[in-house]
């Protein structure tokens, strides 16, 4: 069965600093995307970044990056210059096509409190 | 604007009474799903749609049912709700693998 871990539940960071929060799947299938969603107290969900499993290249979205590694199936998300607004729930997810279908798998979540 | 427009946003209600939670989406997308979120488990997929017509099961489908009549809309039913569905509900839309959620729903069953 797919599973998505995160084993950080919580974790704080200074302000400015850098973060890395860290996700780990397992699959056996070969084409699926990866996702990060962010929580804030709005409880809003807002996805973060995304990465298909075929490219190579780390995606990247301004201060927010990955560091993907397909073989040890490690997808995690680094946070630069962290700022209050970064305080959320992140959460990372996983989709999988098979057989004309898909279904998301999501971890339990990692919450992150940017300290001023 | 883009939107998954989900109602109620807060809900009390008392075991055994049945419910509904609308789901609607402007965006024409194919894919919708259901969600619960639980402290410590993340979110755990109910339902989904492929499409009109064309639901199936998640991880956790046990007590809820879903109908897809329309491409729109997707509405998530309890027929006999249990204190252990206590929890918040996203709808979600999709295109390109990439969910578009609704603002989640709260609800508490008594």
């Known amino acids: 069965a797919q599973t998505v871990t995160q084993s950080q539940p919580e974790m704080s960071v200074q302000e400015a600093e850098t973060v890395t929060l860290s996700c780990t799947y397992d699959t056996s299938e070969n084409n699926y995307y990866l996702f990060w969603y962010k929580q804030p107290p709005s409880r809003q969900m807002i996805l973060v970044i995304r990465q298909e499993a075929y490219k190579q290249q780390n995606a990247t979205e301004n201060r927010f990056s990955v560091n993907f590694q397909k073989a040890a199936k490690s997808f995690s998300l680094k946070i630069s210059d962290s700022q209050l607004g970064d305080t959320a729930m992140y959460f990372c997810?996983?989709?999988?096509?098979?057989?004309?279908?898909?279904?998301?798998?999501f971890g339990t979540g990692t919450r992150l409190k940017v300290l001023a | 604007e883009a939107q998954v427009t989900q109602n109620p946003r807060y809900l009390i209600t008392v075991t055994g009474k049945k419910l509904t939670v609308t789901c609607s989406q402007n965006?024409?997308?194919?894919?919708m799903s259901w969600y619960r979120q639980d402290p410590g488990l993340g979110l755990r997929q109910i339902y989904y749609s492929m499409n009109v017509e064309v639901t199936d099961k998640g991880d956790v489908p046990e007590g809820y049912k879903v109908s897809r009549k329309e491409k729109r809309n997707f509405p998530l039913i309890l027929e006999s709700p249990s204190p252990n569905q206590t929890s918040l509900y996203f709808c979600?839309?999709?295109?390109?693998?990439?969910?578009?959620f609704g603002e989640g729903s709260r609800l508490t069953v008594l």
């Open positions: 965006m024409n997308h194919e894919y």
């Open positions: 997810a996983f989709i999988h096509f098979t057989s004309g279908t898909y279904k998301y798998i």
């Open positions: 979600a839309s999709s295109i390109a693998g990439e969910l578009f």
